[in-house]
């Protein structure tokens, strides 16, 4: 799946994916990141994995595109 960068909390190490269609922003943690964390930036487009969660969705496996 695609989705670009909306928000990225390094502090916290997570942050949320904007994915066209979808209702809500899908979360991301840096442990789900196979790209440098501190590479992803807002507004970057990134490729990812959705893994269903007792939170709801969950992206895994981001890569920038």
Known sequence: ???VIKRVMYDR??????VEGEEKDIFFHSSGCKADFQDL???VEVEFDIEET???K????????
């Open 13 to 18: 190490n997570y942050g949320f994916i904007n």
């Open 54 to 56: 007792d939170r709801g």
């Open 41 to 43: 930036r807002e507004g």
């Open 1 to 3: 799946m695609k989705g």
């Open 58 to 65: 969950q992206a895994t496996n981001v890569v920038t595109a």
